[in-house]
């Protein structure tokens, strides 16, 4: 399974690559498919690599904070007019995005989501969603070209594109939230292949027993031993 998924990743990042004239020939396709599939071969490609993971790596993303700061900036950087433009202009640019966006937003968000409490991707969904759809009706109002490569009409049709995604997005949140997640999603790949929920300590190494495991052996352990003083104390 992880490696039919690590294929799967490395035949959709080559085959980006020769399509990427058709997709980056209008703003909407450049900004809502070719974007989010670069992000998603990377996202593939952490749920692959998880089991080898350095564990110095690990305890560095605490909470899942610098990784996922690293992928706002990533995700960031290229969705700038101005480097959209670079990018159709020097295919320099734009190999550097096809192998910027796996490698430092896509798989740091595949590694680093799971680490974070679900108060912090709250948060960061209750920004990102906004901040999507301010983009996408900034590209709508402009009065002006904002990418040189691309038509006016084209940059509206791209604002609309990512004010549908917001909508989409919200709307998704919403249901999960108060309506509750399919069933499938309530659990994670631990990183041999099958669906367990995230506290699973099947991958897990060993010495690396959670610390509320280790209190409830020395409860269990204080536990016994009273019985036994009571037990010898009660003995005639």
């Known amino acids: 399974m992880k490696r039919a998924r690590l294929l799967a990743a490395m035949a959709l990042w080559a085959a980006l690559w020769p399509l990427r004239t058709l997709l980056e020939s209008d703003m909407a396709l450049h900004m809502t498919v070719q974007l989010p599939l670069l992000i998603g071969v990377g996202f593939t490609l952490a749920t692959s690599l ?3 993971e350095p564990r110095w790596l690990a ?66 969904w209750a920004n990102f969603i906004p901040k999507l759809g301010a983009i996408g009706g900034l590209y709508l109002a402009a009065p002006t070209r904002l990418c040189a490569y691309y038509r006016l009409d084209q940059q509206a049709a791209a604002g609309s594109a990512l004010i549908a995604v917001a909508a989409a997005l919200g709307i ?30 099947a991958c897990r190494p060993a010495g690396a027993e959670p610390h509320r495991d280790l209190r409830r052996r020395r409860r269990q352990s204080r536990m016994a031993a009273y019985v036994r003083h009571e037990m010898i104390e009660a003995d005639p």
Request: charged fraction near 15%; aromatic fraction near 14%; proline fraction near 11%.
């Open 59 to 124: 305890d560095a993303d605490w909470l899942g904070i610098p990784g996922l700061l690293l992928v706002i900036f990533a995700t960031s950087f290229w969705m700038l007019p101005r480097m959209l433009d670079l990018a159709l202009a020097d295919p320099w640019i734009d190999l550097a995005k096809f192998v910027s966006l796996p490698l430092l937003a896509g798989l740091p968000l595949g590694l680093s989501w799971r680490r974070m409490p679900g108060l912090g991707r709250a948060f960061i």
């Open 50 to 52: 998880r089991p080898h």
């Open 172 to 201: 998704s949140w919403f249901l999960v939230v108060f309506v509750g997640s399919p069933p499938f999603w309530s659990k994670s790949d631990d990183g041999c292949g099958r669906l367990r929920p995230p506290t699973s300590r």
